[in-house]
């Protein structure tokens, strides 16, 4: 499955930061890493948000690392 834009929410915002939800679907969190997989979401996304990811792995908690169309999820150190 491909990134849908259909499939991410926002939990919370608060100065500037975004909390964000992403349902990945039968994708998994390799493949969500992927570099450019949130491209589409590139205008919506900053860099410090973070992103509550469930796949067909579980689920993580995710930081929003990078800008533009060069933009991807990590995970929390």
């Not at 990945?24 to 969500?32: C, E, I, L, V």
């Not at 919506?44 to 948000?49: A, I, N, V, Y």
């Amino acid at each position: 499955m491909a990134f849908s834009l259909r499939n991410l929410s926002v939990l919370a915002y608060a100065n500037g930061f975004t909390l964000w939800h992403y349902k990945a679907g039968n994708d998994n969190f390799s493949r969500t890493a992927e570099a450019g997989y949130f491209a589409d979401a590139a205008d919506l996304l900053c860099e410090g948000d973070m992103v509550m990811l469930t796949g067909s792995d579980g689920g993580r908690i995710v930081s929003v690392a990078g800008q533009g169309r060069r933009i991807a999820l990590v995970p929390l150190a």
